[in-house]
């Protein structure tokens, strides 16, 4: 298996634009999780789906955050209109089914908003 | 309030022993995990424990005490490749993991 698999890798943009970062979860792993990491804050959990159903999404910042996952082998996290405070490492993470929070996580992606 | 706390960096010679302890305040407990992060890479599983005592794997070992809400990761016989951050995650009654801030471990030859 190539594991979970995110992209872009890496993302300069400028304020005000729109950020969509895509991710591939492990085939037959039915949780989806996106984090977002950061020196001063660590891991944050943003929103998690089971079964492509959104779960908690209480960690999602504010309303320029979304995600969606519109079938199993597929999810974006899109930031609109992004802040330089978005500036992170956003990873993707996906568990077995029975095994909820042993993860595998991407590669993430770095985001870097000017 | 939920609460992990682990030391923030720690410095080890190569060929020796070091333990990075954990403890966690959490609504509920439903297990204690510890990750590897290398620098600019993905966090990676490396123990869980929801048992009181010592869970051996190789030269990696994890120690759980739920009475004291306590928790430490042994690496033996260190390597230079052991240097990454080690993060501590206790899993909440909702099944939600909590997670610490990560020790920074740095290996001298």
């Known amino acids: 298996d190539a594991g979970v698999i995110q992209s872009p890798r890496h993302e300069v943009t400028e304020m005000g634009q729109e950020v969509t970062l895509r991710c591939k979860p492990i085939?037959?792993?039915?949780?989806l999780f996106w984090y977002r990491q950061t020196m001063m804050r660590g891991l944050e959990l943003l929103i998690y789906?089971?079964?492509?159903?959104?779960?908690?999404d209480s960690g999602m910042p504010e309303d320029r955050f979304s995600a969606k996952m519109p079938n199993a082998s597929f999810s974006t996290l899109k930031i609109q209109p992004s802040e330089p405070r978005d500036s992170a490492v956003y990873f993707c993470?996906?568990?077995?089914?029975?095994?909820?929070?042993?993860?595998?996580f991407g590669a993430g992606s770095r985001l870097t908003v000017l | 309030g939920q609460n992990i706390d682990q030391p923030t960096e720690m410095t080890a010679t190569e060929g020796a022993i070091v333990q990075i302890n954990c403890t966690y305040q959490?609504?509920?407990?439903?297990?204690l995990f510890w990750y590897q992060q290398h620098a600019g890479e993905a966090p990676t599983f490396l123990s869980y424990?929801?048992l009181d005592g010592l869970e051996e794997k190789g030269r990696f070992s994890s120690f759980l005490s739920r009475s004291k809400g306590y928790s430490y990761l042994l690496l033996k016989e260190l390597q230079m490749k052991d240097s990454a951050s080690y993060l501590c995650?206790?899993?909440?009654?909702?099944?939600?993991?909590?997670w610490g801030a990560g020790t920074k471990l740095i290996i001298k030859p």
């Open positions: 995650a206790s899993m909440d009654s909702n099944y939600q993991l909590i």
């Open positions: 424990n929801v």
């Open positions: 789906f089971n079964n492509n159903v959104p779960i908690d």
């Open positions: 959490t609504s509920g407990f439903n297990g």
């Open positions: 993470a996906s568990s077995l089914p029975g095994e909820a929070n042993v993860l595998t």
């Open positions: 085939s037959g792993h039915d949780y």
